[in-house]
Protein backbone atom coordinates (compact mmCIF):
# COMPACT_ATOMS: atom_id res chain seq x y z
CA UNK A 1 0.00 0.00 0.00
CA UNK A 2 2.53 2.66 1.00
CA UNK A 3 4.76 1.90 -2.35
CA UNK A 4 1.66 3.33 -4.48
CA UNK A 5 2.74 7.06 -2.95
CA UNK A 6 5.53 7.38 -5.58
CA UNK A 7 7.07 5.37 -8.26
CA UNK A 8 10.31 4.80 -6.28
CA UNK A 9 11.80 1.72 -7.63
CA UNK A 10 15.29 0.37 -8.72
CA UNK A 11 18.58 0.94 -7.07
CA UNK A 12 18.72 4.41 -8.89
CA UNK A 13 15.81 5.36 -6.71
CA UNK A 14 15.87 3.33 -3.37
CA UNK A 15 19.82 4.25 -3.47
CA UNK A 16 19.61 8.05 -3.59
CA UNK A 17 16.55 8.36 -1.14
CA UNK A 18 18.00 6.17 1.16
CA UNK A 19 20.93 7.80 1.55
CA UNK A 20 19.42 11.42 1.58
CA UNK A 21 16.76 9.84 4.57
CA UNK A 22 19.26 8.13 6.54
CA UNK A 23 18.33 4.17 5.48
CA UNK A 24 19.86 1.86 3.80
CA UNK A 25 17.52 2.11 0.50
CA UNK A 26 19.84 -1.20 -1.02
CA UNK A 27 19.83 -3.18 1.53
CA UNK A 28 16.80 -2.52 2.65
CA UNK A 29 14.29 -1.20 0.35
CA UNK A 30 11.30 -2.96 1.40
CA UNK A 31 11.81 -0.16 4.74
CA UNK A 32 9.88 1.89 2.11
CA UNK A 33 6.65 -0.43 1.74
CA UNK A 34 6.78 -1.55 5.77
CA UNK A 35 7.41 2.03 7.31
CA UNK A 36 4.51 4.69 6.64
CA UNK A 37 6.85 7.78 8.30
CA UNK A 38 10.01 6.11 5.36
CA UNK A 39 7.07 5.73 2.84
CA UNK A 40 5.97 9.52 3.41
CA UNK A 41 9.49 11.26 3.47
CA UNK A 42 10.40 8.98 0.67
CA UNK A 43 7.54 10.67 -1.26
CA UNK A 44 8.42 13.68 -0.43
CA UNK A 45 12.19 13.22 -1.22
CA UNK A 46 10.92 11.64 -4.97
CA UNK A 47 9.07 15.11 -5.49
CA UNK A 48 11.30 17.58 -4.35
CA UNK A 49 14.36 16.20 -5.53
CA UNK A 50 15.86 16.51 -9.51
CA UNK A 51 17.32 13.89 -10.63
CA UNK A 52 19.16 14.34 -13.90
CA UNK A 53 18.24 14.89 -16.52
CA UNK A 54 14.83 15.11 -14.59
CA UNK A 55 13.94 18.12 -12.91
CA UNK A 56 11.92 17.36 -9.81
CA UNK A 57 7.85 17.76 -9.85
CA UNK A 58 8.07 20.20 -7.41
CA UNK A 59 9.96 23.24 -9.96
CA UNK A 60 7.81 21.47 -12.54
CA UNK A 61 4.51 22.56 -10.57
CA UNK A 62 5.70 25.85 -8.86
CA UNK A 63 7.36 27.50 -12.01
CA UNK A 64 11.01 27.23 -11.24
CA UNK A 65 11.43 24.56 -14.05
CA UNK A 66 13.27 25.69 -16.90
CA UNK A 67 13.27 24.32 -20.38
CA UNK A 68 16.86 22.99 -21.63
CA UNK A 69 17.17 22.45 -25.06
CA UNK A 70 16.74 18.83 -25.20
CA UNK A 71 13.39 18.97 -23.05
CA UNK A 72 12.56 21.41 -26.16
CA UNK A 73 13.25 19.23 -28.90
CA UNK A 74 11.94 16.18 -27.03
CA UNK A 75 9.00 18.40 -26.81
CA UNK A 76 8.57 18.51 -22.93
CA UNK A 77 6.27 20.98 -22.16
CA UNK A 78 5.15 22.21 -18.90
CA UNK A 79 1.91 20.59 -17.36
CA UNK A 80 0.99 17.67 -15.60
CA UNK A 81 2.26 15.87 -18.72
CA UNK A 82 5.90 16.86 -17.71
CA UNK A 83 5.29 15.62 -14.35
CA UNK A 84 3.63 12.09 -15.59
CA UNK A 85 7.10 12.06 -17.59
CA UNK A 86 9.44 12.67 -14.38
CA UNK A 87 7.49 9.85 -12.73
CA UNK A 88 6.40 7.52 -15.16
CA UNK A 89 8.48 8.23 -18.79
CA UNK A 90 7.40 5.01 -19.65
CA UNK A 91 3.72 6.19 -19.80
CA UNK A 92 4.78 9.21 -22.90
CA UNK A 93 4.31 8.44 -26.29
CA UNK A 94 1.20 6.72 -25.77
CA UNK A 95 -2.68 7.82 -28.06
CA UNK A 96 -5.72 7.32 -25.72
CA UNK A 97 -4.16 5.50 -22.79
CA UNK A 98 -6.93 4.24 -20.48
CA UNK A 99 -4.40 4.22 -17.92
CA UNK A 100 -3.03 7.90 -18.43
CA UNK A 101 -6.75 9.16 -19.32
CA UNK A 102 -7.72 7.86 -16.00
CA UNK A 103 -5.13 9.63 -14.13
CA UNK A 104 -5.61 12.71 -15.87
CA UNK A 105 -9.69 12.57 -14.91
CA UNK A 106 -8.55 12.70 -11.39
CA UNK A 107 -5.85 15.14 -11.78
CA UNK A 108 -8.90 17.70 -13.32
CA UNK A 109 -11.63 16.05 -10.70
CA UNK A 110 -9.10 17.52 -7.72
CA UNK A 111 -8.32 20.67 -9.86
CA UNK A 112 -12.32 21.39 -9.99
CA UNK A 113 -12.70 20.61 -6.36
CA UNK A 114 -10.04 23.23 -5.20
CA UNK A 115 -11.14 25.51 -7.75
CA UNK A 116 -8.02 25.68 -9.53
CA UNK A 117 -7.19 25.65 -12.93
CA UNK A 118 -5.34 22.17 -14.50
CA UNK A 119 -3.19 24.09 -17.22
CA UNK A 120 -2.08 22.89 -20.33
CA UNK A 121 -0.57 20.45 -21.39
CA UNK A 122 -1.72 17.48 -19.57
CA UNK A 123 -0.75 14.37 -21.17
CA UNK A 124 2.65 13.20 -22.32
CA UNK A 125 1.71 11.75 -25.46
CA UNK A 126 3.99 13.77 -27.52
CA UNK A 127 6.90 13.85 -25.04
CA UNK A 128 9.72 11.74 -25.26
CA UNK A 129 10.61 10.10 -22.38
CA UNK A 130 13.67 10.97 -20.19
Known amino acids: MHNKLVSVIRNYNYGPAGK ?4 DGLANPRVVANDSIVAFKTALWFC ?3 QKPKPSSHDVMTGR ?3 TEDDMAANRTVGYGLVTNIINGGEC ?3 NDGKVNGRIGY ?3 YAELFNV ?3 PNLDCENQKSF
Open 107 to 109: FKR
Open 48 to 50: MTE
Open 65 to 67: YVP
Open 20 to 23: ALGF
Open 117 to 119: DPG
Open 93 to 95: GRS
